[in-house]
């Protein structure tokens, strides 16, 4: 299964630090935030991958190549300058994550999630995705997406869980839609009211790195 990593944002919340170097690729400790993902993914099995980039995004070839040194395959999907958000750059990578189920990760978290776990969470061709969800962070106490005890995700009921930024998707979702500045949530609102979205929670290690506060303690933890 093929996985495209999320690394076009902007990370306005982590400035300066984001003023000269894109979130993904900020040191965490003894290698940048991406290199954490990218080792955790390949452990799992998933080592084809790509990687979208928009703000700095000439500073991402030249720091992590071919993937070789990660035992990895990696591919770019450059955006032009402000990026395609989160649908929009899935949607112009499409060509290279091909016509089977692939793996979305968001650039800029931190997890000890087991990847491997993943790779059948779509059992029906019916399933358009698959979301993993986590407890509400501080940052987002009301929560993203019901979880019901069908394991189908929806935007009624409570307690809502929070995205993880983790996700399998059939690149049928996607298919209909020009390669396009889209944000994911309407279409992932729109397959949840046909009951096409499936998840899980996941309540393991998660962070979302989106400020410097969180960075230095991410830093921190790695240093124990």
Known sequence: ?????LAAGRGERLRPLTDH???PLLQAGPKR??????EKLVVAGFNDIVINHAYLGEQ?????GDGARYQANIRYSAERDGGLETAGGIIQALPLLGKDPFLVV???IWTEFPFKQISDAL???EQLCH???VDNPEHNPAGDFYLDQDGLLSMDGTPKLTFSGIGIYRPQMFERHPVS???LKPILVDAMQKNQVSGQHYQGQWSDIGTVERLNSLVKQLDV
């Open 33 to 38: 935030l991406i290199e954490h993902l990218i």
């Open 131 to 133: 979301l993993v969800m």
């Open 21 to 23: 170097t894109p979130k």
């Open 60 to 64: 991402f070839e030249p720091a992590l």
């Open 106 to 108: 968001n650039g800029d």
């Open 1 to 5: 299964m093929k996985v495209m990593i």
């Open 123 to 125: 059992l029906s061709e």
């Open 181 to 183: 500045k889209l944000p």
